[in-house]
């Protein structure tokens, strides 16, 4: 499952050229994987497959998202195993990090 967190972000007017302003923000973006039955090992390693495919998206068009966006990157990723009565879990917990200029 991919989930997509808060955004924050900051403005800057621009003090010349009119109302234009550059922002910066951040989506939090959590992958987390519960396979019951399966190794922490498998679980593991299918989040990261999971990642790697957002990774994928955000690397190969990194002005997505709208217009005015200058530039998309994921922020460097963190991973957490935990297990419980239905068995292994991992998280991967990062976030995109964009500038745009409105």
């Not at 297990?83 to 409105?102: K, L, N, P, W």
Request: hydrophobic fraction near 40%; charged fraction near 25%.
């Amino acid at each position: 499952m991919v989930v997509l967190g808060d955004v924050v972000g900051d403005q800057e007017w621009s003090s010349i050229g009119g109302s234009r302003r550059d922002e910066d923000y951040t989506l939090d973006v959590y992958v987390v994987v519960l396979w019951p039955g399966y190794t922490q090992l498998e679980a593991l390693n299918r989040a990261w497959e999971l990642f790697a495919v957002g990774e994928e998206v955000i690397r190969s068009n990194p002005g997505a998202g709208g217009a005015g966006v200058l530039w998309s990157e994921m922020k460097r990723p963190s991973g957490a195993t935990s297990v419980d009565d239905e068995g292994y879990a991992y998280q991967i917990t990062s976030g995109i990090r964009t500038r745009a200029r409105i």
